[in-house]
T-cell receptor, first 116, second 112 residues
Framework: DAGVIQSPRHEVTEMGQEVTLRCKPISGHDYLFWYRQTMMRGLELLIYFNNNVPIDDSGMPEDRFSAKMPNASFSTLKIQPSEPRDSAVYFC???FGAGGSSYEQYFGPGTRLTVT | AQSVAQPEDQVNVAEGNPLTVKCTYSVSGNPYLFWYVQYPNRGLQFLLKYITGDNLVKGSYGFEAEFNKSQTSFHLKKPSALVSDSALYFCAVREKINRLAFGKGNQVVVIP
């Protein structure tokens, strides 16, 4: 398996623009997580899905952020409009939930977002 | 709230020496504890977990961790560090069902 795939790997955009981050989880995994990593705040969970359904979005910072999972092999995280404080590395992770294995999460390489 | 603390920002160790990365936890109920490692420009990788059973847990790359209930600790250890072990190490605890809370991370530097 290729692991969790994220695109793009790097994104530089201007304030006010829409940004879409993409994720393909590992085939067969039924949980998908979106995290944000910054020096100041560390690793934060934004939202996670189970069987394509959003379960907990309490970490989504504000209405500018939205996430979708239209099918088991694809998810997007959208920021509209983007702001400089959104600059961070965004990780997607997936796991298989049976027997508590959902905690063994497989992370993608991340998308480094810079908003100028 | 369930949480973990990693008291050190950076751990420096000479190659071949034992490596310890500290983690303490605060939970209500029985803890589910985890260690992850992040190499430069990569995502986190799962190393090991403690859910129940033996207090000494063995994981990937020769790492192990000891669960100590009386000290509420879950320190990560490796008997002989390698330069390739230089990375960022995260302790984590189950916060809610299917949800982890990560510590701030410890930078490990192994000096040749």
């Amino acid at each position: 398996d290729a692991g969790v795939i994220q695109s793009p790997r790097h994104e530089v955009t201007e304030m006010g623009q829409e940004v879409t981050l993409r994720c393909k989880p590992i085939s067969g995994h039924d949980y998908l997580f979106w995290y944000r990593q910054t020096m100041m705040r560390g690793l934060e969970l934004l939202i996670y899905f189970n069987n394509n359904v959003p379960i907990d979005d309490s970490g989504m910072p504000e209405d500018r952020f939205s996430a979708k999972m239209p099918n088991a092999s694809f998810s997007t995280l959208k920021i509209q409009p983007s702001e400089p404080r959104d600059s961070a590395v965004y990780f997607c992770a997936s796991s298989f939930g049976a027997g508590g294995s959902s905690y063994e999460q497989y992370f993608g390489p991340g998308t480094r977002l810079t908003v100028t | 709230a369930q949480s973990v603390a990693q008291p050190e920002d950076q751990v420096n160790v000479a190659e071949g020496n034992p490596l310890t990365v500290k983690c303490t936890y605060s939970v209500s109920g029985n803890p589910y504890l985890f260690w992850y490692v992040q190499y430069p420009n990569r995502g986190l990788q799962f190393l090991l977990k403690y859910i129940t059973g033996d207090n000494l847990v063995k994981g990937s790359y020769g790492f192990e961790a000891e669960f100590n209930k009386s000290q509420t600790s879950f320190h990560l250890k490796k008997p002989s560090a390698l330069v390739s072990d230089s990375a960022l190490y995260f302790c984590a605890v189950r916060e809610k069902i299917n949800r982890l809370a990560f510590g701030k991370g410890n930078q490990v530097v192994v000096i040749p």
